[in-house]
């Protein structure tokens, strides 16, 4: 008894340091379980399809018709696929549907499913599952039906070109049937460790607060410490250990996570992408082939390359539907010019695929060999004699230093190939740089943040800048949605300053480099190389010349100002194509980053909120671009942090902030065609006596919010004129001939508009929080953990909570007030984008992502303050300090998303 009570007294004394070990015993568990895979099912099959897009579909299935889809599965378990059937407004009575999986390789029958036409309604998804596990290889999927002369039909995909190749009776579709198909994939589960954690973290704040009390109820017994025996005073000195040290420990736990997170990805995914090669087409073809029979069973290509480095050749083969998997193919590749014999392979006839390359990989790489002369053979064994396999061959009189020989014979054709022309190895190096970079911006983000203990304004400034030359070449030019516009707007505005005249519409002067360059807004391999390659380059052909270049938009120079004096001090200095993009793109980061600095400088309270809404993993990737959100939303951030300081400060409203706000207000108008207007109206928070009276504030609120009401009208009035006056005969979607909703629409049906509202919030409230953040990066395909919206979501709701000590709270009219005024402007987006954007017949309105709201965050932060939820100590540092975790680990999965082979 005498030792459980020594334990619960020293545990009493010690109640801070056990609860921090709980509790990190509690976030041990929650890091162990979300690192756990669990198996999850996912879709793949089903992107663009909608009621909407459903406008084609395939004959009708019946006795004698039959459908063939071919679907390549790479690196997850395929569990079932399904095919989006449709009656057509038939009923039936009799007969069925068939559908077999094989192996498109080796023909193995992999499911069988039959199904009855008679339980087929309307519409269905209806499938064949798997037998077995099938992660690697071409599954074939048939499609008949029996013992019926009338059958149903598949839809097929308009919207998006899916994997696979659909036939109709031998015949290829141009566009694919609309399937699902469900993998079995390991995933790492978040929200029930989540959950879990919280509740872990709950019991012991329970926990704390009744020992607290017990506690200070034993302390008046004046217990020595000399009591707590042996065992306590070996607590006591780790905790003393702790204590001394637990900044070198932090720093080391932080620069140690860098490490294992990067040393993850080169491992899982930089490793693997390093082995891949880049392969260009070198002779194409027009779809013509060559049938190997006795008489062409032996082919000899010869190729002059036009490339300094050579590491292989391919030959592009085709594959009838009832290809028999039997023989093989004997290929090598010899250097003319040397007599050295590069490559010699045996190629299975189980491992070609249909319209795919046989790639022939050199035992060692060729550099500086352009002119060289290589010649590729090919030997068919007897069993592919006249089996349906050809190869694909160029129209007749081209390639003509080329030359193909058929059995010895010179062929008018040449074969189809492409050239393999370096290996992805740069990667290894590009990572690396990025990994040091990241170890260093670790260290001083710590080093600020813990041991200097900067204001927080300036440990920003360190992070955002730093977390930007990340980003800069991770998410490259061109990979942001609509930076092609914006980038060619740009050097529009560039030419203006360096005195060089328009080319016109669609057209644009640009250096001879600048208009060689060509990024690709998906994800590629060759993007990197590109930066690699290019990253110190100096401009070589510096000739003006008349570039195509995207449509002009005509928005004015005040919204690219950042990235246009970035470009042209580049090309003034004469840099390359590769160094002028990422010196722009960081140049519009640096001007958002100064605008938030100098708003959070004046901020009274929240600084942290306002730390983590510019470092969210969206506002990133769009602020360091050439978008005009880094000066749209800079401005807004410091418009509100203006309005704050003087609603909330102590100082007097002086003319130089008026000034200050009067042109941060005309400023915001010039984007997203003026939808963030009613931001104006944050003033209004700003109390009489900060202008020494309320006349002096009544004329200097009309003037301050007629300004931009005046520049919106000014600037806006010919799109809000087509709006109110565009009938259903004339509306329509963006560009295309889609037909849309028109203010008469919902003047005449009234509920429609307030179902299309709660609709929209209701169906779309998920996808508005993912994209705020920034679950789906780019072009909204680089997908990234759902626990990163997560944790940012988590870190902001912690955020708006006060210190008890802080003086500042907002009243409830001012809350009702901050809320009226965010939801306006969220208003006048989704109704812009109501009647601009989205087809008649939808449920829910289009185009709209979360992104779009961050701007109104730091405003929208005051309505979470309150006097309930109070922190003892400021949170800020623990906030800034799990968000720099966590922007590492949007890096990983970005890292990860952006480097899947395609």
């Known amino acids: 008894m005498e030792r459980i009570k020594r334990w619960t007294m020293w545990l009493g004394r010690n109640r801070k340091k056990c609860l921090e070990g709980y509790l990190f015993l509690a976030l041990l568990y929650l890091a162990v379980s979300i690192a756990i895979p669990h198996d999850k099912l996912i879709a793949k099959g089903l992107e663009g399809v909608g009621k909407p897009s459903l406008a084609l579909k395939t004959q009708e299935i019946t006795d004698e018709s039959t459908l063939t889809f071919r679907y390549e599965v790479e690196g997850e378990i395929l569990e079932d696929i399904s095919f989006y059937f449709t009656a057509g407004g038939q009923t039936f009575t009799q007969g069925s549907l068939v559908l077999e999986a094989r192996d498109g390789d080796t023909g193995e029958l992999l499911g069988q499913e039959r199904h009855m036409l008679a339980d087929l309604k309307e519409e269905a998804f209806l499938g064949v599952s798997l037998g077995q596990d099938y992660q690697e290889g071409t599954i074939q999927v048939e499609i008949r039906a029996e013992d019926t002369t009338k059958g149903p039909f598949i839809w097929l995909n308009t919207e998006v070109e899916t994997p696979g190749e659909s036939f109709e009776n031998g015949q290829a579709l141009s566009r694919n049937l609309i399937y699902n198909a469900i993998y079995r994939t390991q995933v790492h589960q978040v929200k029930q460790p989540l959950i879990r954690f919280a509740m872990l973290v709950l019991l012991g704040l329970m926990l704390y607060a009744v020992w607290e009390r017990e506690t200070q109820h034993q302390e008046a017994g004046d217990v020595k410490t000399e009591e707590l025996g042996r065992l306590g005073r070996g607590m006591d000195r780790m905790a003393g250990f702790y204590n001394k040290y637990r900044l070198l420990l932090g720093l080391g736990l932080l620069l140690g996570l860098v490490a294992v997170v990067f040393y993850h990805v080169y491992d899982v995914q930089i490793r693997k992408a390093m082995n891949t090669t880049q392969r260009v087409a070198v002779m194409r073809d027009n779809q013509e082939v060559l049938p190997i029979t006795q008489e062409s069973a032996h082919l000899e290509q010869r190729y002059v390359t036009e490339e300094e480095e050579l590491v292989g050749l391919g030959v592009r083969m085709d594959l009838p539907e009832d290809f028999v998997p039997v023989g093989t193919i004997t290929a090598s590749v010899s250097h003319v010019n040397t007599g050295e014999r590069l490559c010699t392979a045996q190629v299975a006839a189980g491992d070609l695929l249909d319209g795919q390359y046989v790639g022939l990989i050199f035992d060692n790489s060729q550099k500086g060999i352009r002119g060289h002369e290589f010649v590729v053979e090919l030997e068919f064994s007897p069993e592919l004699w006249d089996s349906g396999l050809c190869v694909f061959v160029t129209p007749e009189g081209y390639y003509e230093k080329n030359t193909l020989l058929v059995n010895g014979e010179e062929s008018a054709r040449r074969l189809s190939m492409n050239a393999h022309v370096y290996f992805n190895l740069f990667l290894k190096k590009y990572f690396f740089a990025m990994f040091a970079f990241f170890e260093l911006a670790a260290l001083a983000f710590y080093w600020a943040l813990f041991i200097r203990r900067w204001p927080m304004e300036r440990v920003f400034l360190l992070t955002i800048l730093s977390l ?68 110190f380059s100096l401009v070589e052909d510096d000739r003006l010349v008349e570039a195509e270049a995207t449509s002009d938009t005509q928005a004015p120079l005040v919204v690219y100002l950042p990235a246009v004096l970035g470009m042209t001090l580049a090309r003034l200095l004469h840099l390359g194509t590769v160094p002028m993009l990422l010196l722009a793109r960081w140049c519009s980061l640096l001007f958002f980053a100064l605008l938030v600095y100098w708003g959070m400088k004046k901020l009274p309270f929240g600084k942290i909120t306002l730390f983590l809404v510019a470092i969210l993993p969206m506002n990133l990737q769009q602020c360091t671009s050439f978008s005009y959100d880094a000066v749209i939303s800079g401005v807004i951030i410091l418009y509100t942090c203006w309005c704050l300081a003087l609603a909330y400060g102590e100082e007097m409203v002086k003319p130089r902030d008026m000034l200050l706000l009067g042109a941060l207000a005309i400023v915001m108008i010039y984007g997203k065609s003026g939808v963030y207007l009613p931001i104006c109206l944050l003033a209004l928070l700003i109390p009489a006596r900060r202008f020494r009276g309320k006349r002096v504030q009544l004329f200097s609120m009309v003037g301050l919010i007629l300004l931009p009401v005046l520049s919106f009208l000014n600037r806006n009035t010919a799109t809000v004129s087509q709006i109110v006056t565009t009938t259903e005969a004339t509306s329509t979607v963006g560009s295309s001939t889609t037909a849309g909703y028109t203010i008469g629409y919902f003047l005449q049906d009234p509920l429609a508009f307030v179902s299309m509202m709660m609709s929209t919030i209701t169906d779309k409230l998920g996808f508005y929080l993912q994209s705020l953040v920034g679950q789906k990066m780019g072009w909204v395909e680089i997908e990234i953990s759902e626990a990163i919206p997560i944790l940012f979501l988590i870190l902001l709701v912690l955020s708006v909570c006060k210190t008890r000590e802080e003086p500042f709270y907002v009243k409830a009219w001012q809350k009702w007030w901050v809320a009226l005024v965010c939801g306006a402007s969220f208003g006048i987006i989704l109704v812009g984008m109501l009647l601009t954007w989205t087809p008649m017949g939808n449920v829910s309105i289009e185009g709209v992502q979360g992104r779009y709201l961050i701007p109104l965050l730091p405003a929208l932060a005051l309505v979470g303050r309150n006097r309930l939820l109070l922190y003892e100590r400021s949170p800020e540092r623990g906030l800034a300090y799990t968000a720099f975790v966590g922007q590492l680990l949007a890096v990983m999965y970005l890292i990860k998303a952006v480097l899947i082979i395609r």
């Open 468 to 535: 930007g030359v990340v980003y800069n070449v991770l998410l490259v030019p061109y990979m942001t949605p609509d930076e092609k516009y914006h980038i060619d707007m740009s050097y529009r505005h560039s030419n203006a300053l360096l005195g060089i005249e328009s080319a016109g519409e669609n057209k644009c002067y640009k250096r001879a480099d600048d208009a060689k360059i060509s990024f690709t807004s998906e994800p590629s391999l060759t993007n990197y190389k590109q930066v690699y390659d290019g990253l």
